[in-house]
């Protein structure tokens, strides 16, 4: 069994920065991408940030120069800091990891963190 373990949202001014930890545990082989998706309320779930294995990112328009990911392969854990928070980005973010589970299964499986607020307001 695979679990996402989420940290680090919270209430914030505009202007203000966040650090989310997203931490994957249980039976992994190999992790591909991890990333954070987004949910406002009345609208769908976006992708806000991605990484790949070998370092390789990719941003939503909205956040580009506001929003970093990286990521700790050792630990299989992801970041996102997300700075000069406006309260467009208010939302529940999310995490997801695509990853393998056996050496000898070449499935590559999607697992999602339960979310965690970020609320920008003043």
């Known amino acids: 069994q695979v679990q996402l373990v989420e940290s680090g949202g919270g209430l914030v001014q505009p202007g203000g920065s966040l650090r989310l930890s997203c931490a994957a545990s249980?039976?992994?082989?190999?992790?591909?991408?991890m990333g954070w998706y987004r949910q406002a309320p009345g609208k769908e779930r976006e992708l806000v940030a991605r990484?790949?294995?070998?370092?390789?990112?990719n941003y939503a328009d909205s956040v580009k120069g506001r929003f970093t990911i990286s990521r700790d392969n050792a630990n299989n854990t992801v970041y996102l800091q997300m700075n000069n928070l406006k309260p467009e980005d208010t939302a529940v973010y999310y995490c997801?990891?695509?990853?393998?589970?056996?050496?000898?299964?070449?499935?590559?499986?999607?697992?999602w963190g339960q979310g965690t607020q970020v609320t920008v307001s003043s």
């Open positions: 997801n990891t695509n990853l393998r589970l056996y050496y000898w299964d070449y499935t590559r499986y999607d697992y």
């Open positions: 249980g039976s992994i082989f190999s992790i591909n991408a």
């Open positions: 990484i790949t294995s070998s370092g390789n990112t």
